[in-house]
């Protein structure tokens, strides 16, 4: 999904429920960060919307949600969610980050920090999760010290933290290695 579909969501958001601020917890919300971003990495079709200051109104979002005449006319859409969604690290709310002014009538978005995100997709765990995180850590979008960092200010389960370090350690060491053979083979 391009920053302008994004835009085009926020800006329905806005006029469907008079909320001039959303909170975008997917892998959207990479575009706060990097409004450029390839769309091979923010492939998916949906928006995680949360109206940031009447939370009651994220549900009007349904109106532009799945198989919604919205959906079916454009192909993506607003999914409302809410903040029990994502397990999140402590103080992400803090390290929230603006979305690049574009064509949103107006409305702002804010969007997890890369870092924060992948720790939400790590303690997920679906293989779709997964495969997001990889590319995170190849495209060096997120570092090992500062995921491990956060994952100790998340409130998971020990045995989820101990699965989440270790795929933190599985993608960084995977990334290393196809760094390396690059370079080797880049010498011959």
Not at 31 to 45: N, Y
Not at 61 to 80: K, V, W
Not at 148 to 170: G, N
Request: hydrophobic fraction near 40%.
């Amino acid at each position: 999904m391009k920053k302008q579909q994004v835009d085009h969501i926020l800006r329905a958001a806005g006029r469907i429920t008079g909320e001039k601020q959303f909170v975008i917890i997917g892998s959207q919300s990479l575009h706060g960060k990097f409004p450029d971003i390839a769309d091979d990495i923010v492939r998916s079709v949906e928006v995680d919307l949360i109206a940031k200051r009447n939370l009651d109104r994220t549900e009007w979002l349904n109106a532009i949600g799945q198989d919604s005449p919205f959906h079916e006319s454009f192909g993506y859409y607003a999914d409302p969610v809410d903040e029990t969604s994502a397990t999140l690290p402590s103080g992400w709310k803090g390290r929230l980050i603006n979305l690049a002014p574009g064509d949103t009538g107006g409305v702002r978005g804010l969007c997890l920090d890369p870092h924060d995100l992948a720790i939400a997709k790590y303690v997920a765990g679906r293989e779709k999760d997964m495969v997001f995180n990889r590319e995170l850590v190849v495209r060096g979008i997120v570092a090992k010290e500062r995921l491990i960092d956060l994952l100790e200010k998340t409130a998971i389960e020990d045995q989820v933290r101990d699965r989440v370090r270790a795929c933190i350690a599985r993608d960084i060491d995977a990334s290393r290695v196809a760094r390396d053979s690059g370079m080797e083979s880049d010498d011959d």
